[in-house]
């Protein structure tokens, strides 16, 4: 692994889970946002948060949608933290994966997020849902967001990009 | 009341609640999320809508919080109807003044929603959080939202600047 | 109708919406969970409640679960209001038929709640999760819960009996 | 340590966090409720568990109410996980600290919950909220509810004492 610059690597080709999740020069782009960066080469800690969130699903607890989520957490201290969905017969008091994750990490001691990662068992990239934007937002203004579909591609997106214009804390504490 | 285009009319100035909302020549633009509110044409069944929204503050719950919001939706087929936050000791179980405005709605028979008008007393703009955001697109993916400080300014947005890439109900549905 | 005491009737037998509700001499009683319905003596105003709810089920927006909950609340000051579920795709922003109904009143100006009726069309009689529950015990200590199935039987119980020590406001207002 | 019967211990008393919880002999009563067992010896898993609850308030991100809630569940395997409450400016997205532990306890494998511990810095015992009684009875239909206060003196209740005739799974699954 050769380093590149402060903190990203030129990585290898990795296999997690079965999945092909990295070429050599990955790029993550957003087509439909604006990134901070536009060659961003992902680094170490993202690969591993990645293959935190695919592991985290076997744990899901959906029985009712049978639509099973993962999640990580990486803290701006460098821990990580995994989650799934877990779903309640009420609907109202389900949790996502997203969720479980970040009240893991606080609960932990955790008092910033860096980035989360999502997976699901769908092509389609699974995006976190308003409830959970509303939560990361709580605990991050630069949360990076990674989505990974089932055949380990990969898209990023932040929250400011997916709450824009959110309902903040400081709108009750100031 | 002069008509200038299909859906736009240029409008005497009102008052609303004693507050002056709307100036001739009002237009509405909704690029980016920065608007120029200064130039935006409010048809009548928006002003309509705000006026109700700023009603429906009246009746907020929110005796933990002590921050009042009233919001209203305009729904597909011209109907509006007003709601405000309602708090829960439990925090957990506190309904936003949007989400109100909206489950009494479709409790009546409202499919889909046009737009909802959101205010509180504060200065600045209060936006949905997320959860709300979440809602108002399982009703519409072309919602306007209206928002009303409280001098009576506006400002709008959609909810597809507010939740872009939503976790919608095609996800689980199709 | 001959009044029998200040607040109860005998009623003659009604019919709602096709079921054979109540019979003569129906007389609520409510000292434990089980109740005895033979002799239950139902008001006026609970007869009516009880149809609220099963008419507010029509417009159930429950395309996930497919499971159709009505229900209605007799505020303190005599008025009705229905509601039914309406669900999200995100699951955790799913409201229930209760919640619908009180969130109505409430931002109508209702202070405290007398009584909710609750249906489904189910056999079994569908009690309020546990979130409407804590919703109900906002707006009141001794809150009538009506049950009514798919045959239209009935059967009483109360906030007290549903949600013993509960998480209350004053634990937080006192 | 001097075994009495096949699961129960008398304990010595014991000090967690400069509190002394039990006494030789110690007997959970509950004054309002009929118990299993009149006179329930504490055993050394839920003296462990009390503690755990304790410990775990010390994360509490509680900005918006300043009550501090910690929890804890064992599981029926045998381990305990803790769980802080979590607030979300938007109230709605708030997570109690019982629903942290048991999706803490979910996502690393917990099937179902044998009891869980709460305590707050009241007095007063805090018994759990609707939507928590809720996720409880999802993992679990004979759940201890142990009850710590301040001064670390204990109560223990049941989730079927405090959430009869709960909307279960059942409901949707059979």
Redesign the interface.
């Known amino acids: 692994m050769r380093k590149t610059e402060s903190n990203f690597f030129y990585i290898q080709p990795i296999v997690v889970s079965d999945y092909l999740i990295f070429d050599n020069n990955y790029r993550a782009e957003s087509h439909?946002?604006h990134m901070q960066s536009e060659e961003m080469y992902m680094n170490e800690q993202y690969a591993e948060l990645i293959e935190a969130a695919i592991a985290?699903k076997k744990?899901s607890?959906s029985?009712?949608?049978l639509?099973r989520v993962g999640a990580a957490i990486l803290s701006e201290d460098g821990q990580i933290f995994?989650?799934?969905n877990?779903?309640?017969?009420?609907?109202?008091?389900?949790?996502?994966a997203e969720?479980?994750?970040?009240?893991?990490g606080?609960?932990?001691?955790v008092k910033s997020i860096k980035a989360i990662a999502i997976t699901s068992d769908?092509e389609?990239?699974?995006?976190?849902?308003?409830?959970?934007?509303?939560?990361i937002?709580?605990f991050g203004t630069e949360v990076d967001i990674l989505l990974v579909n089932n055949k380990g591609e990969t898209r990023m997106?932040s929250i400011k990009?997916?709450?824009?214009?959110?309902?903040?804390?400081e709108?009750?504490?100031d």
Chains 1, 2, 3, 4 share one sequence.
């Open positions: 439909f946002f985290a744990f607890y029985p009712y949608s639509f995994k989650g799934c877990i779903e309640n017969v009420s609907y109202g008091a389900t949790n996502c969720r479980t994750a970040i009240f893991k606080v609960s932990e001691g769908e389609d990239f699974t995006y976190p849902c308003g409830i959970c934007r509303q939560v937002c709580e997106s990009e997916l709450l824009p214009n959110s309902f903040s804390k709108t009750l504490l």
